[in-house]
């Protein structure tokens, strides 16, 4: 929950992915191990955080398919369900947090 | 209207084959995201949390009913049925695909509308009075010299790699609707002592992180130094303005560094040797670019006609409305009509595409076909026969666009917040919303008056927090939205920064902290017509502060 | 790098010279602010061009008094999103009227191309792959124009009331290809 600026230089702990926004549509999208992009975060890589220093660099050489990839937390939830670790990140997987005009 | 010619509509289509090239050179590799950034900024396209986001400009503030319609046409098409009208008279779509923002542009060129300069480190949209042109307080209409401005500044060989982003605003009435203090350049029309028209400049206004009101450096300029001097300034800043910290970027702070009157010293000795050059304004020009303007063929009518009346006494609903959102025309029998974009439990701003269909109807059938975009984010019928305001009241309704709380505490300013915007620390939109449902009596928002509440996700200040009479800022603290709360700021003729209350509150005390505030405001004013921003100027935020925080 | 200079890419006939090394005859030469101002009487006695690469966060004024002399003038962009060297380059052409080579040294992307020949470049050091060979295309985008600079080209404003370009300043050229 904080600007990207801040976000990247931001020391984050604990269960990680790796995101970013693809560069067609703009949409949510994250690292997979295979070095592919999803937009399921099911389906992205979940790594400790020391460890996701390398995935993202691979990220950051991909420039064409995804832009401003950054490391972001995740949560588990109680069926072991990787979810957004902070405010900013369930916003950016769910949607604004209101009704959107004309969708009532 | 302004009507464009082949001039503007040649440019606007080689803006869109250029940004379609270089749209192209993106998707294929050619240009990297950073190279890419700096021209999509420049032709208005972001990357939000989501989506990209298109901001589309609205010089001046004017619409015609058919550039409307291709907004809704836009929102349908490639976006998901909405768009945001902004505090710098632009809309903003939020879900636009980059692979079609090149088609949409090209749509919107069809329609004589663009994208350009609406961000970037360039000069944006030349913003001014959503009333110009009929308001009854005004010396000349504003837009003229808005429109010399907008074709100026609109891909300047020189002036599109500035330090920052630079905003210009012009009033020309004697209340300040524009905001001019808070921007870059603002500019007033004034009269000197010789009866002639000119500009007041003042610069370094702004708010974001370092807040300041405007310095004027230039009582009168006569008109045809307008472009000269208006050079003069962007060219010392280019040159002289900071770039080593983009907080410090902006033209505010080398205003404040150096001095008003250094500045402005520097500006004279620059404008000496352009003064006379090529960008004196020749009385021919100017006249080419008024008589663009053309005005509607007003019929002879009365003020006050008895069909007015009438419906006022019958119906208490329609009364509240003309009381609230109706304004003087400066043509007999006519009236300026605000619709609100800020109903109860909506975010602010924005209107779906068939609002906009709707309001493009409206205008064609009551306001020969004219619309108007303001810094409040509301929109304008600026030409209604007074006669036809109940029947227009009644088709407004039906379209939601008729809450009557112009001016009120719900006609909340807001900015799109965590909710949409990557630079975001907290949300703005729910906030509003809360605050529209606490405060949605009619009755209860009408003994409170004017109170203008403007509330930012972050410290850019989109929202304008520092001169709402009510401002509320978010920040983030350790992953938690907080929100600091400030009073006493104003955005007119006598603009002013507000003074903080006290410690950030969390997200869910926002709103009964704001009911606190207003609750004391009621309790101390002197009159009931003791306007909520007075009451905190005569007393201070001290009797404010003691209300909120003794409770908490 | 390739430079491009009347709408083609040519050979490079400056050679850039460092601080602490001997300047050589037979050949035009670039050298810095730092040592031109401090050489200026000797080296504009040479027989060969000399340029001068001039950074732009030093007042161009104090070039004026070498303008008549200097064969090129190099203008620096550090960055793409650095804009300082387009005034510098106004001033050069429009105040002083500098007739020599103007070049665009440093980041410069083909989009701006058109942007620097309206404030008075006339070459371009151009890095980006594709670019230069571009030049041409990126510099006819627009036929419209609102404003007026040194180039010459009419503005929107004097040609809805059909009137012929306005004057170019004294002793400027008309840079438009």
């Known amino acids: 929950m904080t600007s990207p600026h801040e976000q990247k230089k931001r020391k984050v702990s604990g269960s ?68 957004p670790g902070n405010l900013r990140e369930r916003i950016r997987l769910a949607g604004p947090t209101f009704t959107l005009p004309g969708a009532a | 209207m302004y009507r464009y010619d082949d001039f503007d509509q040649t440019l606007v289509h080689q803006r869109v084959a250029e940004f379609r090239d270089q749209v192209g050179r993106r998707l294929s590799g050619a240009l990297t995201e950073d190279e890419f950034k700096i021209l999509r900024l420049m032709n208005g396209v972001y990357l939000q949390l989501h989506a990209y986001m298109l901001r589309i400009a609205i010089p001046y503030g004017t619409l015609s009913s058919e550039q409307m319609r291709m907004l809704a046409h836009v929102a349908r098409r490639y976006d998901r049925g ?17 692979e079609e923002m090149p088609d949409t542009l090209a749509d919107l060129a069809g329609v004589k509308m663009h994208a350009m300069q609406t961000s970037g480190n360039c000069v944006r949209n030349i913003t001014t009075d959503q009333w110009a042109g009929v308001a009854a307080d005004e010396i000349e209409d504003p837009r003229i010299w808005a429109e010399v401005l907008r074709q100026y500044s609109t891909l300047h060989p020189e002036f599109s790699f500035l330090p920052r982003k ?93 001095g008003a009157e250094k500045f402005g010293a520097e500006v004279e000795k620059e404008w000496a040797t352009i003064k006379d050059s090529a ?29 007015l009346a009438r419906a006022r006494q019958e119906d208490r609903a329609f009364a509240a409305w003309l009381d609230n959102s109706v304004s003087n025309h400066k043509q007999p029998g006519y ?218 | 790098m390739q430079l491009v200079k009347s709408g083609r890419i040519v050979e490079d006939r400056y050679v850039r010279i460092a601080d602490d090394a001997p300047i050589p005859d037979g050949v035009a030469v670039i050298v810095s602010d730092a040592r031109f101002l401090a050489n200026a009487g000797a080296l504009l006695q040479r027989v060969e061009p000399v340029g001068v690469l001039w950074p732009n966060n030093r007042p161009i004024e104090a070039l004026a008094p070498y303008l008549g002399r200097l064969a090129l003038v190099a203008l620096a962009f550090p960055g793409f999103r650095d804009g300082r060297a387009y005034s510098q380059a106004r001033i050069l052409r429009e105040r002083y009227g500098f007739g020599g080579e103007l070049r665009a040294t440093g980041q410069v992307l083909r989009d701006q191309f058109l942007f620097l020949l309206r404030a008075g470049f006339d070459s371009f050091e151009v890095s980006k792959e594709g670019d230069a060979a571009a030049f041409v295309g990126s ?24 009137r012929p370009p306005q004057a170019v300043p004294a002793g400027t050229r008309a840079h438009a290809l």
């Not at chain 2, 000197?192 to 974001?208: D, H, I, K, T």
């Open chain 2, 166 to 258: 630079f905003k210009i605003a012009i009033s020309a009435a004697a209340h300040d609707r524009a905001a001019v203090a808070v921007h870059d350049i603002g500019l007033r029309m004034v009269r000197n002592s010789a009866g002639e028209v000119g500009f007041e400049v003042q610069v370094g206004g702004g708010l974001g992180r370092t807040p300041f009101i405007g310095k004027v450096i230039k009582p009168f300029l006569p008109k045809r130094d307008l472009l000269s001097y208006v050079e003069a300034v962007l060219r010392v800043y280019n040159q002289y303005g900071r770039r080593d910290n983009i907080y410090k970027a902006r033209i505010k702070i080398l205003v404040h560094e150096l």
């Open chain 3, 139 to 162: 510099t006819r985008r627009f036929d419209v124009f609102y404003q007026p600079t040194g180039d010459g080209r009419a503005t929107a404003f004097r040609r809805r009331l059909g």
């Open chain 2, 82 to 98: 909405y768009g945001h009208f902004t505090t710098r008279q632009n809309i903003q779509f939020n879900w636009i695909k980059l």
């Open chain 1, 16 to 83: 990680v992915v790796v995101t970013a926004n693809r560069l067609g549509d703009g949409a949510v999208v994250y690292r997979t191990i295979d070095d592919d992009w999803t937009t399921d975060l099911a389906s992205a890589a979940v790594l400790a955080a020391p460890a996701a220093a390398v995935l993202l660099q691979r990220a950051e050489a991909d420039g064409v398919r995804a832009v401003g990839p950054y490391i972001a937390p995740v949560e588990f939830g109680a069926d072991n369900r990787v979810l």
């Open chain 2, 335 to 552: 009236a300026i009509v605000t619709l609100s974009l800020k109903p109860v439990g909506a975010p602010p701003g924005d209107a779906t595409a068939e609002q906009m269909d709707a309001i493009a109807d409206l205008a064609d059938r009551y306001s020969f076909g004219e619309i108007r975009v303001g810094h409040e984010q509301n929109l304008v019928l600026p030409h209604v026969a007074q006669k036809e305001l109940p029947e227009l009241w009644q088709k407004l309704e039906a379209h939601g666009l008729a809450t009557p709380n112009v001016g009120l505490v719900s006609d909340i300013i807001a900015c799109p917040g965590l909710d949409y915007c990557s630079l975001a620390n907290a949300r703005s939109i729910p906030v509003a919303q809360e605050l529209t449902q606490r405060f949605r009596d009619h009755k209860l928002a009408s003994t409170i008056g004017r109170l203008h509440i403007n509330i930012s996700g972050c410290i850019n200040a989109c929202g304008h927090h520092h001169v709402g009479h009510i401002g509320i800022l978010g920040v983030e603290k350790n992953g938690e939205e907080f929100y600091q709360i400030t009073l006493g700021g104003r955005a007119d003729e006598d603009a002013r920064l507000g003074t903080l209350l006290g410690p950030a509150v969390r997200y869910g005390e926002v709103a009964d902290v704001v009911e606190d505030v207003v609750a004391a405001y009621v309790e101390l004013r002197k009159t009931p017509q003791e306007l909520f921003i007075d009451t905190v100027k005569r007393i201070g935020i001290e009797p404010f502060k003691e209300r909120v925080y003794a409770a908490r």
């Open chain 2, 279 to 307: 960008l004196a304004l020749d009385p021919a020009v100017i006249a080419d670019v008024a008589e663009r303007f053309t005005y509607p063929d007003y019929e002879r009518l009365e003020d006050n006609p008895p069909a």
